[in-house]
Structures are given as structure tokens and as C-alpha cells.
């Protein structure tokens, strides 16, 4: 091998290296500027004070001037923009989070911002989300710490800037938010306030993604085409909704709920219990419910990471295919079939998500072995559904001897994209 | 802007992407390219081919790690532009990078599979993760970012002898964990 090569290998290395080597860089150069910064303020001040000292002593300098212009260096203070009850989210597919009868007050004290929730969302609690925009977001947000009644949150870094965000309990009211960077540019920090896990799918839409929102620990996740609300029969007082079978990829244990939401903000809430494969249906008796409602799901599935999105996934080679390899590929997947006279072998490999290949497919593999997932139809009427234990380092391979002639592969694969 | 708005705007094919991607990421970008080409000029050519490459890329990709995802575009895209750039012009720290990884390699071509490759990214990553936290960014730092000793040491604070001898020793442990794992080197 040489070098050169090896220094390919090393840039596909983990994602999470390079994140901590940039995150400890982060760190490392915000410390040696601080360092210089303090230096040459010291120094800066000793020269002030022995100038300043003589000046006055002379009766030439206004000290009062000085110190004006010093703590009102505009450059030193964030503009903060807030969106009191604002709370649209940009998720993905069509979500729409509705105004929500909540304020929010943020007051900029000296290096600290005081965020003051003051009336929530019912019963939810809220995610103050921040978003960072501007030259600094990157370097930013990780000098981000919320301090919640002297008790610390959490120390927050995100590498090229982003979105935090951070629940706060329904009893918690007043987050204090500490900026510990020296800020060399104006930037700019919007709040939104998110109801806790609220999904909300727009009524009467047939495709009705249900939006993504980052959520914490036990937050609600049900995202993109995993609650896929097929049939929206508002007929008279009666939501019937029906899900399709990819809410087998809703894993947890934990409350699931759907309500609706009139445009006055009254809710209705439906018990549909815990998640499990059998809940394909559900009704909600919504009343008077106004037609221009809002359908939102709520649940308190305790997922690990987000669970979105889901695929189906053919490749089909009729009759007995000939010797050769056949890639398939859909939304970043990449399915090989290998075929040799009397062997078919298939690799699912690279799927979706760059970089994150281990991580997703430790995580879904229960999700694929509750689905069966991977199915091979035979021209004699076999169905293999081959059971996808671990993987070899982000590599299933499975193997299939050809028992006919006019054997036809047809790989059906369905799985859940796990992102974040 | 958050960078699931930013893949949301790739997947929606608006060139918006381009500049919300440019506001956020071109910084890194830059530098990670500059590292390695030490030219203003190619670098500014690396960083407009990376995004090119990532509109391409998504869809149909979903980087979950978009600042890894475009951040290993780009240092893509700045090594193989290297490649045609002149000796004369190369940057001395990437190139004495690449000559400090030949301890853990025979130098031989060699043809690896697909397969292959993915095994030997495998190792390397396991490699790493079971090294001390600072050998293990400092290795980063040096061969993934093409950082020189004198950036890194300043950045730990570390004399650039220890630096280089950390250096040294994770490369001599690459090398026998790579053997060791079968995998030609």
C-alpha cells in the first residue's frame, strides 16, 4: 500500500473523529485568542492607565468619554431577535406548528441572556430552541451554556454553528442563558418556542409528512412518512385515521396520542394507548371541530435517535439472471447482487446516511428483523425472508443457492432511515 | 441556518443551498483545502468543485454529519488536485504528511476491492477510537486535516518534539495493528 492510499482510507475514517478532533480545535483556538486577547487587554490597559494618569494629571482628558465609548462598543453586544409566539418550525415534509399561547421575553444583561418563558404551552413543557445565524455561528455555539437556576444544563457544541435547543419542565419558567465568547462580530440568536414534541400534519392533504423535530431524551419522534396518515374522513364529527404499515417502525413504549387542533386553539385528544404493530387505525370523535383543525400527533416514545423515513426498495432480475454483479440503487442505497451460476449474494451496503453506516444499522437492526425486512421471492413460489443479525461492520451479505431454472430475484427492502 | 435546512434546500434543488452551505461551511472548507494546497487560488477552485460535488451528492444522500460529510468532500477534492499541482508548488506540511504515513506502509501498489477498503476504513477507525483521546486528535489533526507539528503543538500546548514523538509512536502502532488485522500494507 502506499501512503497516499492510506491517506484516503484515513479521510473516511468516523465522522465522530473528525468531530471531536474539530471540536477540540474549536476549543484549543477560542483559548489561545482569549489568551492573546487578555494579554494585550492587560497591556493595553497598562498603557491607558499610565497615559490616562498623565493626561489627567495634566487636566487634558475626560474620563467619563472614554469609559462612554468603551462599554458602548456596540460591536461587543448581540442582536437578539425573538419571536414571541412565532413557532413555526422548518422540519422537514409539511410540518406546521401553529401559533401556541405562549411568550417569551428575553432581556440582554450584560453578557447574559434571561429568557423567561411566560405562560407555556398546556401541559407539554417547550423547547427553547436557539438558532445561531451569522459569521460566528460556528464558533459561537459552543460557548453556549444554560444555567437553570445555577444548576447547568448543558454545556452545548456544534460544530459549524446550528440549532440547540433545550427542553425546559413545565415548572421552569426562567432559563438564563451565560454567552461566554467574546463576540467579534454581530450575530444573531432567534428563539422559538416549540411545543414539546408536537407534530402537526396539515388536515386534508393526502401526503401528509409529519415534521421532524429534534428532539431530547423521551421526547416525541414520529417523523417523516413514519405516521403516514393515509384517510382523513372528516365526516361529521368522526376523524378516521388510518396508518400505514410503516408505523411498524415506531419503536417504545410510551404514550402515543393524536389530537386535533381548532384554529381557536382548543384541543381534542384521542387515546390510541401504546405503539404497537397492531395500531393501524384510530378514531377521534372531534366534535364541532372546524375543517381548517389541525391533525398532530403526540407520543412519548422513548426513542434513542429519531426514527424517519422509510423506503421499499426492488430489485428485480427476471428469470435466472446471468453471472454478474447488479447494483441497485434508491435514495442513497446501495443494493448488490453478485451472481455467480449458482449463487446470488447480496450486499446492502451504504445505506443512506454518510458516515453514519455502523451507528444506523446497529441501531435498525431490531427494527429490520421485526420487519423482516429483506425478502427474496423464488420462481417456485420460496419466499426467503433471511433474518439480518448484526452486521459485519456495516455489510449484510446474505447467500442463496439457485434451486431453479427460471428463479426469479426480487429483493424487497424495507427499513427505517435512522438520522438526526 | 440550521443543516437540515441547509439538505432540505439541496433536496428541494434550490441554489439557495450553495450560498446557505458557503455562509456556514466555506470557512472549514477553506481550510481544510488551504491545508493541503497551500494556494489561495486552488483552494478557492477545491472549495467551488466540493460544492458542486455535494449538489450532486444530495440528493440522494442525507449526511447526518454534514460538517464530516462535506469537510471529507472537500479534503477529497484538495488531495486529488494535488496530485496535478507541481512538486514545487506542493505545501511542505501536507506532503511531509503523507511521507511520515509511508513508516506504516510497504509502498507497494496494490489493488483493493471494495471491500477491502471498507475493512481497512473499518480498522482504522477501531484503531483510533482505542487510542488516548490526545493521540488520537493529534493523529486526526495531522493526517485528516494536514495540520503541521507547530499548529498542533500550539494547539495542546505541547512542545513540537513530543508532538512529533506522539506522532511517531501512533504511526508504529498503526502499522502492527494494521498486520496484525491481516490487512497488506
Not at chain 2, 494546497?37 to 442525507?62: G, M
Request: hydrophobic residues 40%.
Amino acid at each position: 500500500m502506499k501512503s497516499t492510499v492510506l491517506s484516503q482510507h484515513i479521510g473516511n475514517i468516523d465522522d465522530r473523529l473528525i468531530q471531536e478532533a474539530d471540536v477540540f480545535a474549536n476549543k484549543s483556538r477560542k483559548t489561545q485568542f482569549t489568551k492573546k486577547f487578555v494579554t494585550a487587554l492587560v497591556a493595553a490597559a497598562l498603557v491607558l492607565s499610565l497615559t490616562t494618569a498623565a493626561m489627567a494629571a495634566a487636566g487634558v482628558i475626560d474620563f467619563n468619554s472614554i469609559f462612554q465609548s468603551i462599554f458602548n462598543n456596540e460591536r461587543a453586544i448581540p442582536y437578539i431577535q425573538t419571536d414571541d409566539d412565532i413557532t413555526e418550525h422548518a422540519g422537514e415534509g409539511d410540518a406546521i406548528v401553529q401559533d401556541v399561547d405562549g411568550e417569551i421575553a428575553v432581556q440582554y444583561l450584560d453578557n447574559e441572556l434571561e429568557v423567561e418563558i411566560v405562560s407555556a404551552f398546556a401541559d407539554h413543557g417547550i423547547y427553547l430552541e436557539m438558532q445561531f445565524t451569522g459569521a460566528l455561528a460556528g464558533s459561537l455555539s459552543d460557548n453556549i451554556t444554560l444555567i437553570n437556576r445555577n444548576e447547568e444544563w448543558g454545556f452545548y457544541e456544534a460544530i459549524g454553528g446550528g440549532t440547540v435547543a433545550q427542553r425546559i419542565d413545565v415548572n421552569t419558567t426562567v432559563a438564563n442563558i451565560l454567552l461566554h465568547s467574546w463576540v467579534e462580530e454581530m450575530y444573531r440568536i432567534r428563539f422559538n418556542m416549540i411545543a414539546s414534541g408536537v407534530q402537526f400534519v396539515e388536515m386534508g392533504s393526502t401526503d401528509m409528512n409529519v415534521g421532524e423535530h429534534i428532539g431530547m431524551e423521551n421526547s416525541i419522534v414520529l417523523p417523516g412518512r413514519v405516521v403516514e396518515v393515509t384517510e382523513l374522513d372528516l365526516n361529521g364529527s368522526v376523524l378516521n385515521i388510518t396508518y400505514q404499515e410503516s408505523d411498524l417502525a415506531i419503536r417504545g413504549t410510551g404514550e402515543f396520542r393524536v389530537g386535533v387542533m381548532t384554529p381557536s386553539g382548543e384541543v381534542f385528544w384521542a387515546e390510541l394507548g401504546e405503539v404497537t404493530p397492531e395500531i393501524r387505525n384510530g378514531t377521534i370523535n372531534i366534535g364541532d371541530a372546524d375543517p381548517n383543525s389541525l391533525v398532530f400527533v403526540w407520543g412519548g416514545l422513548q426513542a434513542e435517535r429519531i426514527i424517519r423515513g422509510n423506503w421499499d426498495f426492488t430489485v428485480t432480475i427476471d428469470a435466472r439472471p446471468e453471472p454478474g454483479r447488479f447494483i441497485g440503487e434508491y435514495a442513497g442505497m446501495r443494493t448488490e447482487v453478485a451472481i455467480t451460476a449458482t449463487t446470488v449474494r447480496v450486499y446492502l451496503r451504504d445505506l443512506m446516511n454518510y458516515g453514519t453506516l455502523d451507528e444506523m444499522l446497529e441501531f435498525s437492526n431490531e427494527v429490520w428483523e421485526m420487519d423482516n425486512s429483506l425478502v427474496l421471492y423464488l420462481a417456485d413460489g420460496t419466499i426467503v425472508m433471511p433474518r439480518l443479525g448484526a452486521s459485519e461492520g456495516g455489510l449484510f451479505a446474505y447467500d442463496m443457492e439457485f434451486t431453479h431454472p427460471e428463479d426469479v430475484v426480487r429483493l424487497t427492502f424495507r427499513g427505517v432511515q435512522i438520522g438526526g | 441556518m440550521d443543516d437540515s435546512g441547509i439538505i432540505k434546500l439541496y433536496w428541494e434543488r434550490s441554489e439557495d443551498a450553495i450560498q446557505a452551505t458557503d455562509a456556514k461551511y466555506g470557512k472549514l472548507c477553506r481550510y481544510i483545502a488551504g491545508n493541503i494546497l497551500n494556494n489561495s487560488q486552488d483552494t478557492e477552485e477545491c472549495v467551488n468543485d466540493t460544492y458542486h460535488a455535494v449538489w450532486n451528492a444530495i440528493p440522494s444522500k442525507r449526511p447526518s454529519v454534514f460538517s464530516a460529510f462535506i469537510g471529507k468532500i472537500a479534503r477529497n477534492h484538495a488531495l486529488k488536485k494535488l496530485e496535478y499541482i507541481s512538486a514545487a508548488k506542493r505545501n511542505p506540511d501536507a506532503v511531509t504528511s503523507l511521507s511520515e504515513l509511508e513508516e506504516c506502509v510497504s509502498g507497494r501498489d496494490s489493488v483493493e476491492s471494495e471491500l477491502e477498503t471498507k475493512r481497512i476504513e473499518r480498522a482504522l477507525t477501531e484503531f483510533l477510537w482505542n487510542q488516548d483521546r490526545d493521540k488520537r486528535i493529534i493523529f486526526v489533526r495531522r493526517y485528516w486535516h494536514f495540520e503541521s507539528i507547530t499548529t498542533i503543538s500550539k494547539m495542546f500546548g505541547y512542545s513540537e518534539s513530543k508532538v512529533t514523538s506522539m506522532l511517531h509512536q501512533t504511526r508504529q502502532k498503526l502499522r502492527t495493528y494494521l498486520e496484525s488485522e491481516g490487512i497488506e500494507i
